[in-house]
T-cell receptor
Framework: RKEVEQDPGPFNVPEGATVAFNCTYS??????FFWYRQDCRKEPKLLMS???SGNEDGRFTAQLNRASQYISLLIRDSKLSDSATYLC???????????FGTGTRLKVLA | SQTIHQWPATLVQPVGSPLSLECTVE??????LYWYRQAAGRGLQLLFY??????ISSEVPQNLSASRPQDRQFILSSKKLLLSDSGFYLC????????????FGPGTRLTVT
């Protein structure tokens, strides 16, 4: 089993739609979780950290479910500019390493 | 504010040639530093990380090496490039001692011919 798994997609959604991505992780002791966005041929950019209580930033909401070992990202009112690959990142407890999922591609259609 | 620089932005090198990629961070002290490689259409592969000057941890034994000669400088090297070394090389930093967010440089796109 991979340490971090994501559905590669692509998710093709119309503008204004709500879309959700899940990411599962295998190390139950993981302590830090993040979502990054990567545009084609660009570096990953931090979208948001994921806290135990969940967090929201505008149209984006992230949730953590430790019992089931997954994190989620919800995007409301999708914009064309949201088209990108979304990377799930986990930091296993006691290490300085960050484990990246292979990403979920999102394409928002006009 | 903190910034991270990488150069060169693009590089085309023949098989068997040496490689040196440089990464520098500004606006922070004693950062954790990382080198990743992303092959076309693939995920990020951690190559090396460093928690201090001269401290390098290798994740993938291959023909690459890394050095950290100064606090905010991280160098990725190879003596002889292979075709399989082609990819997008990303440097990243995070705050020392914590498990906070990572921030990436703009990357170097390497093509080995």
């Amino acid at each position: 089993r991979k340490e971090v798994e994501q559905d590669p997609g692509p998710f093709n959604v119309p503008e204004g739609a709500t879309v959700a991505f899940n990411c599962t992780y295998s190390n139950s002791a993981s302590q830090s979780f993040f979502w990054y966005r990567q545009d084609c041929r660009k570096e990953p950019k931090l979208l948001m950290s994921v806290y135990s209580s969940g967090n929201e930033d505008g149209r984006f909401t992230a949730q953590l479910n430790r019992a089931s070992q997954y994190i989620s990202l919800l995007i409301r009112d999708s914009k064309l500019s949201d088209s990108a690959t979304y990377l799930c990142v986990v930091n296993p407890s006691g290490t300085y390493k960050y484990i990246f999922g292979t990403g979920t591609r999102l394409k928002v259609l006009a | 504010s903190q910034t991270i620089h990488q150069w060169p932005a693009t590089l085309v090198q023949p098989v068997g040639s040496p490689l040196s990629l440089e990464c520098t961070v500004e606006g922070t002290s004693n950062p954790n530093l990382y080198w990743y490689r992303q092959a076309a259409g693939r995920g990020l592969q951690l190559l090396f990380y460093s928690v201090g000057i001269g401290q390098i941890s290798s994740e993938v034994p291959q023909n690459l090496s890394a050095s950290r000669p100064q606090d905010r400088q991280f160098i990725l090297s190879s003596k002889k490039l292979l075709l399989s070394d082609s990819g997008f090389y990303l440097c990243a930093w995070s705050v020392s001692g914590g498990f906070d967010e990572q921030y990436f440089g703009p990357g170097t796109r390497l093509t080995v011919t």
